[in-house]
């Protein structure tokens, strides 16, 4: 009887059960969730792709937030994510109703790495303990015995001296920008810095770069996608784990030679607060040496390419703008001076180059889309339902350019921090994004900025090199960085 209904099932029939078979399969898949923010309609197979206007991914988005507002949701890689769009809603999701926003999505080519540990790709109770030590440790290095401030200072002189070595010849910056910002998170994890010639350090800032321009790559794509088949196949993702590992082993390194050498009661750095931390911590088991690893390579990573991309930008700014790099270094000359290096508290009485520093900022909008969070529980938003474990995604662009928040949204114009003369604080700045989990460096990216920035306009007038014309070309890696030039700093 079997054996008659096999036989009677033709060929066709089983094609067509195949297909039905996947079409409900796929429709599973795309099926959204009750109540769920609006998206466009999705295709079998190819979900939003079809919408894809490939010259022009931008226009794309454009159309769908001029249609659905200030939140819809897509299907990106079969994951469906919500986008929100401008100040209120942004403000309704990360502040007010923060709490529910506060956990990251693991993507395979993360957990593959960090599995879930450390500080920018761990959740809940974990993440909540790094956190909370790391702001803690960095508070207090700002007032130990050798201070935060003071630690970029000398960093600052460094760096000084490497752009005079080019005796105003065109130059490209990114090195020796690189070296000088990625030294002030090796003083404090570390508890030294490196020469900028040292070549363990060289090795391990190539190492991030290269890590940093394999994100966007095809191959790291596809492995997210599909991980359990590209694990098996050659090509760039491979590379980046190889480039994983040999961090990961310089770190280890590193926390080797604080054990041989620890004195529980004095802390040098970071690594030693954290062992002191690991001794303390028998029952909870949060803080343990892999998450020492990841800690110290996730401030490695956010804390390096973030600032030095901004510093780049700002450089680029000055040389295109020479009136507004002027009004800087007049404001330097009458504050600081030619001789005294710059302090933190010179900034309050330094409206112009403090505006300066929020423009460039702004304007360059480095990561434009925050880093993706996840619901942690069920959650109303905007009377939309987004269940638990949803990826959110805070267009910050949205925020940054809004034309009713800023007067020239599209013009470089440090007078949007201005007001009467004296600095003005606006809510719709927020490169580091807000919240509970915003950016963890703030307070020392914003010190660094300062710094690095008026030390080097104290110094150097910054020019297009003879013949050529700056361009604010961007390009895309781990940030929205500007393309490779170079520059001229000339003594002033
Ligand atoms: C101009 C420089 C910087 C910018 C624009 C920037 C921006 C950001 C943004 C947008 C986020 C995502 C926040 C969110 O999910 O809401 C973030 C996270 C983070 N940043 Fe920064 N950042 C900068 C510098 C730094 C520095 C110097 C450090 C080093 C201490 C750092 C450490 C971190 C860490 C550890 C996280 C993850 C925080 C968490 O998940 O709890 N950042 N940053
Ligand atoms: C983000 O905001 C900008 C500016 O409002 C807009 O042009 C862009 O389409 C938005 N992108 C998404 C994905 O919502």
């Given at each position: 009887m079997l054996?008659?209904?096999?036989?009677?099932i033709s060929f066709q029939m089983l094609l067509v059960f195949l297909v039905v078979f996947l079409l409900v399969a796929d429709y599973l898949k795309r099926r959204r969730p009750k109540d769920f923010p609006p998206s466009p309609l999705s295709l079998p197979f190819v979900g939003h792709f079809y919408?894809?206007?490939?010259?022009?991914p931008q226009i794309t988005v454009q159309k769908f937030t001029e249609k659905y507002g200030d939140i819809f949701s897509t299907q990106m890689g079969g994951v469906w994510v919500v986008l929100i769009n401008g100040l209120r809603m942004v403000k309704e999701a990360l502040v007010n109703q923060g709490e529910n926003f506060l956990d990251r999505p693991v993507f395979p080519i993360n957990s593959e790495v960090f599995s879930?540990?450390?500080?920018?790709?761990?959740?809940?109770?974990?993440?909540?303990?790094?956190?909370?030590?790391?702001?803690?440790?960095?508070?207090?290095f700002g007032l130990g015995k050798r201070s935060l401030e003071e630690r970029i200072q000398e960093e600052c002189q460094c760096l000084v001296e490497a752009f005079r070595d080019e005796q105003g010849n065109p130059f490209n910056p990114h090195f020796k920008i690189n070296n000088a910002v990625s030294n002030i998170i090796c003083s404090v994890t570390f508890g030294n810095r490196f020469d900028y010639h040292d070549e363990e350090f060289q090795k391990l800032l190539q190492l991030m770069d290269e890590i940093a321009n394999l994100q966007a790559s095809v191959m790291t794509q596809l492995y997210n996608s599909c991980p359990s088949i590209m694990k098996f196949f050659p090509g760039s993702h491979q590379t980046m784990f190889k480039n994983w590992r040999l961090l990961k082993c310089f770190?280890?390194?590193?926390?080797n030679k604080h054990k041989e050498d620890w004195n529980p009661l004095e802390s040098r750095d970071y690594i030693d607060s954290y062992l002191q931390e690991i001794a303390k911590d028998d029952s909870s088991g949060s803080f343990q040496e892999e998450n020492l690893v990841a800690c110290v390579l996730d401030l490695l990573f956010a804390g390096t390419e973030t600032t030095s991309t901004t510093i780049r930008w700002a450089l680029l700014y000055m040389a295109i703008y020479p009136d507004i790099q002027a009004r800087v270094q007049a404001e330097i000359d009458a504050v600081i001076g030619r001789v005294r290096q710059p302090a933190l508290e010179d900034r309050s009485n330094m409206p112009y180059t403090n505006a300066v520093i929020h423009e460039v900022q702004r304007k360059s909008n480095i990561i434009p889309f925050s880093a993706p969070r996840m619901t942690v529980k069920d959650t109303v938003l905007e009377g939309f339902r987004i269940p638990k474990g949803t990826v959110l995604l805070t267009n910050l662009t949205s925020v940054m350019f809004d034309k009713n928040?800023?007067?020239?949204?599209?013009?470089f114009n440090p007078g949007h921090f201005l007001k009467d003369g004296q600095f003005w604080k606006r809510e719709a700045f927020m490169p580091f994004s807000v919240g509970k989990r915003a950016c963890l460096g703030e307070v020392l990216a914003r010190s660094e900025l300062f710094l690095f920035f008026t030390a080097l306009l104290q110094k150097f007038t910054f020019q297009a090199p003879p013949d050529t014309t700056l361009s604010l070309q961007f390009q895309m890696g781990m940030t929205v960085a500007p393309q490779p030039y170079k520059i001229c700093a000339v003594p002033r």
């Amino acid at each position: 009887m079997l054996h008659f209904l096999w036989e009677s099932i033709s060929f066709q029939m089983l094609l067509v059960f195949l297909v039905v078979f996947l079409l409900v399969a796929d429709y599973l898949k795309r099926r959204r969730p009750k109540d769920f923010p609006p998206s466009p309609l999705s295709l079998p197979f190819v979900g939003h792709f079809y919408l894809m206007d490939f010259s022009n991914p931008q226009i794309t988005v454009q159309k769908f937030t001029e249609k659905y507002g200030d939140i819809f949701s897509t299907q990106m890689g079969g994951v469906w994510v919500v986008l929100i769009n401008g100040l209120r809603m942004v403000k309704e999701a990360l502040v007010n109703q923060g709490e529910n926003f506060l956990d990251r999505p693991v993507f395979p080519i993360n957990s593959e790495v960090f599995s879930k540990m450390g500080l920018i790709s761990s959740s809940g109770h974990l993440w909540k303990q790094q956190r909370r030590f790391t702001l803690t440790t960095l508070r207090n290095f700002g007032l130990g015995k050798r201070s935060l401030e003071e630690r970029i200072q000398e960093e600052c002189q460094c760096l000084v001296e490497a752009f005079r070595d080019e005796q105003g010849n065109p130059f490209n910056p990114h090195f020796k920008i690189n070296n000088a910002v990625s030294n002030i998170i090796c003083s404090v994890t570390f508890g030294n810095r490196f020469d900028y010639h040292d070549e363990e350090f060289q090795k391990l800032l190539q190492l991030m770069d290269e890590i940093a321009n394999l994100q966007a790559s095809v191959m790291t794509q596809l492995y997210n996608s599909c991980p359990s088949i590209m694990k098996f196949f050659p090509g760039s993702h491979q590379t980046m784990f190889k480039n994983w590992r040999l961090l990961k082993c310089f770190v280890k390194e590193k926390i080797n030679k604080h054990k041989e050498d620890w004195n529980p009661l004095e802390s040098r750095d970071y690594i030693d607060s954290y062992l002191q931390e690991i001794a303390k911590d028998d029952s909870s088991g949060s803080f343990q040496e892999e998450n020492l690893v990841a800690c110290v390579l996730d401030l490695l990573f956010a804390g390096t390419e973030t600032t030095s991309t901004t510093i780049r930008w700002a450089l680029l700014y000055m040389a295109i703008y020479p009136d507004i790099q002027a009004r800087v270094q007049a404001e330097i000359d009458a504050v600081i001076g030619r001789v005294r290096q710059p302090a933190l508290e010179d900034r309050s009485n330094m409206p112009y180059t403090n505006a300066v520093i929020h423009e460039v900022q702004r304007k360059s909008n480095i990561i434009p889309f925050s880093a993706p969070r996840m619901t942690v529980k069920d959650t109303v938003l905007e009377g939309f339902r987004i269940p638990k474990g949803t990826v959110l995604l805070t267009n910050l662009t949205s925020v940054m350019f809004d034309k009713n928040e800023w007067e020239t949204p599209d013009t470089f114009n440090p007078g949007h921090f201005l007001k009467d003369g004296q600095f003005w604080k606006r809510e719709a700045f927020m490169p580091f994004s807000v919240g509970k989990r915003a950016c963890l460096g703030e307070v020392l990216a914003r010190s660094e900025l300062f710094l690095f920035f008026t030390a080097l306009l104290q110094k150097f007038t910054f020019q297009a090199p003879p013949d050529t014309t700056l361009s604010l070309q961007f390009q895309m890696g781990m940030t929205v960085a500007p393309q490779p030039y170079k520059i001229c700093a000339v003594p002033r």
